[in-house]
């Protein structure tokens, strides 16, 4: 487990055992995560998305109480995937950090509850699996415009993104902000 520049959001990269007959490892530890946080993570919902090229999902987050954390892997083909700071009050508030995750390194990333999270699918399909703390709920569901100039998310940008009509119709950091829908650090 590794911890990234914005706090409650980390990195865990597996150990992979190979052989003749392919690979095998941990993607997921309790254990490891609990020792790194100093908490659990509860296990109500696993999600799978799958994408194609272009597909760019969020800036996403849930209201806190109770929020939704989230580890996310990439189980087949390459994504980038981009937590943001969404907290008000957060020291690094706005900011945003990016990890490729994919079906080489089978790196995972957690997210703690408040945090927003998006990624944008590199290869030609690529397949999602999300663990999350909570059930979904869509009303208590919000979204950050992805292509926020202020937030100046980095996509490697390859043409128009494809998003969903709730995606491009999400606010900016700044109008969910003063809309006050953002979570409190």
């Known amino acids: 487990m590794k911890h990234l520049s914005i706090s409650g959001a980390l990195v865990y990269t597996p ?3 190979s052989d003749p007959r392919g690979d095998f490892l941990e ?3 309790a254990a490891d995560l609990r020792e790194a946080l100093g908490q659990s993570m509860d296990l109500a919902q696993v999600n799978c998305s799958v994408s194609k090229r272009g597909v760019l999902r969020g800036v996403h987050f849930a209201d806190v109480p109770p929020g939704q954390a989230k580890y996310v892997m990439c ?3 390459e994504v980038l995937d981009v937590v943001v700071d969404v907290r008000v009050g957060s020291p690094t508030f706005g900011r945003w950090e990016a990890v490729r995750l994919n079906d080489v390194s089978r790196c995972g990333i957690y997210l703690s509850e408040g945090l927003g999270h998006a990624f944008m699918a590199l ?3 690529a397949t999602v699996l999300y663990l999350c703390s909570t059930t979904y709920d869509p009303a208590r569901e ?3 415009h992805p292509l926020d100039p202020d937030l100046g998310i980095e996509w490697p940008l390859d043409g128009e993104p494809i998003l969903s009509a709730k995606d491009a119709a999400a606010p900016t950091l700044k109008q969910a902000r003063e809309a006050g829908i953002l979570p409190s650090w």
């Open 75 to 77: 189980v087949s083909g």
């Open 15 to 17: 150990r992979i055992h």
């Open 123 to 125: 290869s030609e399909s």
């Open 142 to 144: 919000h979204g950050v």
């Open 27 to 29: 993607s997921f530890r």
